[in-house]
């Protein structure tokens, strides 16, 4: 199949979340089934300083955006033998953030990702590339179907070319206000309760939802808990209508990028069949952030977003008992303020038993993965999580709150046989207490924690079983494309 992902973040180019993630790793194992894939996204600041070796294309873009008609390029680089498509805009997207600054998001999103959306569907057959499938994330890429599904529904370009259309984080939902319409050129008939219209605003993500030939999520768990009221955010009604159209697809890691025996961040390479070297890493990691070396004591460690949806509500909760359990704690992480500002007040107090640093470090969150011993997300909700999958493969214990992905990879070890981590149900610090008091209780186990941490370092969440699943699914939609097109 010829697919197309389409992206506003991909790793290693750019990346704030865990859909860059999936965006640079699924193609690849789609490649690995025989499938000519290739990707297409911004072409951002972040990207022309660190990855400036790609090709400018001779090709014309013009897309119109309010009422102006702009010209955009097109620059061709690579992922792997994966061809990736930067649209070049540095109006819109040669900026420091990718979607905002700490003061919050910029305020013309609508026309940026606009434009992308429209440049995207215009390059492909100046490109030559006529896609089976068009596989687009979150929305950023929510107006390519409804683009497909009117202005070009009469282009033969498109006939068969169905639409995926990947939920990361339903929260995120691309609300503008209702002229915004107007300023796309966007059709006006559009705009009405089932159409783009939502809440008296304009809506990206609803735009996918409703006219992507399929919709997938990023796990089983999250994609029954969305079509519910408590984790819908309001398209709950929306996700039950197209039930049928829906799947939640696990998402992997890769586990080349990702892998303790040949990571050269860490202080000694280990495995599943020699699992020694974690000690050692241990206690680097001690020695690097100022902890005591002391083996008796469990790290307890969080990467993570600094977000309420992150549970560090929860963890704030309970943080004065937390400290009276025999631990040490280490944080890497950045993000709203309420929360920074609790941790960095705590960032030289505790000495030697706690370290909290906030921004991030790639090489420390390997070393951090590597040399902790649990591994804390306390999440209100996950859409799947990436933190306790990676966790998993460096030997670090999971304790999560029972939520979508994480739900769907973490077995408790006290209530399942072959569990690889310890789970709590209700959002409070008493839950969380209890869930943690159980894992240092198996810690002081050494054999049957060796145990639980020889299990994880053997767990396999790999890209290969997703993707195979993935193009299932682009079947699907090509299926209804086709068949569309036939009713034309």
């Known amino acids: 199949m010829k697919i197309l992902l389409v992206a506003s973040e991909v790793t290693p180019f750019a990346k704030t979340g865990g859909l860059a993630d999936v965006a640079g790793a699924l193609p690849q194992a789609l490649a690995g089934l025989g499938h000519d894939v290739r990707i297409f996204m911004p072409w951002y600041h972040a990207v022309s300083e660190q990855h400036p070796a790609t090709e400018t294309l001779k090709l014309a873009l013009k897309v119109e955006i309010d009422g102006l008609r702009r010209s955009a390029g097109v620059r061709r680089g690579c992922l792997g033998d994966i ?3 930067f649209l070049d ?15 919050g998001d910029y305020p013309d999103n609508a026309w940026r990702f606009g434009l992308f959306c429209r440049a995207v569907l215009d390059a492909l057959p100046q490109l030559d590339f006529q896609p089976d499938v068009l596989h687009l994330n979150d929305w950023q890429t929510g107006l390519i179907p409804v683009l497909l599904r009117s202005e070009l529904k009469a282009d033969p370009f498109y006939a068969g070319t169905g639409t995926v259309m990947t939920i990361h984080n339903l929260g995120y939902q691309g609300l503008f206000p209702p002229e915004t319409l107007a300023e796309l050129g966007l059709d006006p008939a559009l705009f009405h309760m089932e159409g783009l219209e939502y809440y008296g605003r304009l809506s990206f993500l609803k ?62 390479p280990y495995s599943a069949a020699h699992p020694e070297g974690k000690e050692r890493n ?35 909760a309970a943080w004065p008992r937390l400290l009276r359990r025999p631990l040490q704690f280490v944080l890497l992480g950045d993000g709203e303020q309420q929360h920074r500002e609790f941790f960095k007040k705590l960032q030289n107090r505790y000495r030697g038993r706690i370290s909290i ?3 991030f470090d790639d090489s420390l969150a390997r070393q951090i993965y590597a040399g902790s011993d649990l ?28 939520t979508g992905g994480l739900a769907d990879t973490v077995r408790d070890a006290d209530q399942e046989p072959g569990g690889n981590g310890f789970v709590f149900g209700p959002p ?17 186990d050494a054999s049957g924690w060796s145990r639980l941490v020889a299990g994880a370092l053997r767990e396999d969440f790999s890209w290969e079983r997703s993707a195979g699943r993935y193009v299932e699914i682009y079947q699907q939609a090509r299926e209804a494309a086709n068949s569309r097109a036939k009713d034309n």
């Open 83 to 85: 061809p990736v498509y």
């Open 89 to 103: 805009y540095p109006e819109f997207f040669q900026r420091q953030g990718l979607y905002g600054t700490p003061a």
């Open 207 to 268: 735009g996918g939802l409703l006219f992507a030939d399929r919709i997938t999520t990023v796990s089983p768990t999250y994609c029954e808990e969305i079509q519910t009221a408590p984790f819908g955010h309001g398209f709950e009604g929306i996700l039950q209508k197209r039930r049928k159209d829906l799947a939640g697809i696990l998402n992997g890691i890769d586990c080349r990028q990702w892998d303790p025996e040949r990571d050269p961040a860490l202080a000694a």
């Open 282 to 316: 241990k206690q680097a990691l001690q020695g690097r952030l100022g902890l005591d070396e002391d083996e008796r004591l469990p790290i307890l460690a969080m990467i993570t977003r600094l977000a309420t949806q992150k549970g560090l509500d929860i963890l704030e």
């Open 357 to 359: 640093t906030l921004g």
């Open 375 to 402: 591994f804390l997300m306390p999440s209100h909700y996950e859409p799947c999580g990436l933190g306790q999958l990676i966790a998993l493969r460096y030997g670090s214990i999971p304790l999560v709150r029972r």
């Open 428 to 444: 409070t610090a008493d839950a969380l207490l209890r869930a943690l008091d159980r894992a240092l209780r198996r810690y002081r």
